[in-house]
């Protein structure tokens, strides 16, 4: 199986996933946000499968700008636009690379992270999704040596971690802040959404 192929069934695992979580993301989104996440995720994904199947990716690149363009224009909220450049700065950092390497895929999920912080302005502590991606880059970065799989393995884990951290947070960005110190004792749907989007891509690799 080609990267291109791998990276398909990842984007089908991660649709899986919000698919699986929506009621969860919806809920957790209920305490302190718009109360949609979990739907929003849920649909831009499904958008995302239609846009790939309708569509002739070549590299693991396109793959990635597909979804990108489709949480852009299907997911409402903050989460759409953060989503959408995470995916495509991704992209960008994979362009070129037709098999990426583990140490390419770090650089993406970086990238993906500089695109996040840059969007939402936000730095860890924040209580948003870089509570998450923050802790997952540092872990892709120090298992670069065990291959790709391995590698999102622990980034999946650092991001559930960083998600779990989020809960005693007072949220300083989004409509989460709005709550002042009553965001406290709640997760983080973002944080959330992005250790189970990490996790489902690291079971599809684990997989192939």
């Not at 069934?9 to 305490?31: K, N, P």
């Not at 636009?81 to 140490?103: H, N, Q, W």
Request: hydrophobic content about 45%.
């Amino acid at each position: 199986m080609d990267a291109t192929e791998k990276t398909l069934g990842v984007v089908r695992e991660m649709a899986a996933a919000m698919e699986e979580h929506r009621a969860e993301l919806t809920q957790l989104d209920s305490a302190i946000g718009d109360g949609d996440h979990g739907t929003n995720m849920h649909r831009g994904f499904q958008a995302a499968l239609e846009r790939l199947e309708t569509s002739e990716p070549s590299t693991p690149a396109d793959v990635l700008k597909a979804v990108s363009m489709a949480l852009v224009s299907r997911v409402g909220g903050a989460a759409g636009p953060l989503y959408g450049t995470a995916f495509l700065r991704a992209s960008s950092a994979l362009s070129g690379r037709e098999e990426p390497s583990a140490a390419d895929v770090a650089a993406a999920l970086e990238a993906a992270l500089q695109g996040v912080k840059q969007r939402g302005r936000a730095e860890p502590g924040d209580k948003t999704m870089v509570d998450a991606l923050e802790p997952a880059v540092r872990a892709a970065r120090g298992a670069e040596g065990e291959g790709i799989a391995a590698m999102l393995r622990a980034a999946a884990e650092a991001a559930r971690e960083g998600a779990e951290a989020t809960v005693p947070l007072t949220a300083r960005k989004g409509r989460a802040s709005y709550l002042g110190d009553r965001s406290a004792g709640h997760k983080d749907p973002g944080a959330a959404s992005t250790a189970y989007l990490l996790a489902a891509a690291a079971r599809a690799l684990e997989g192939s």
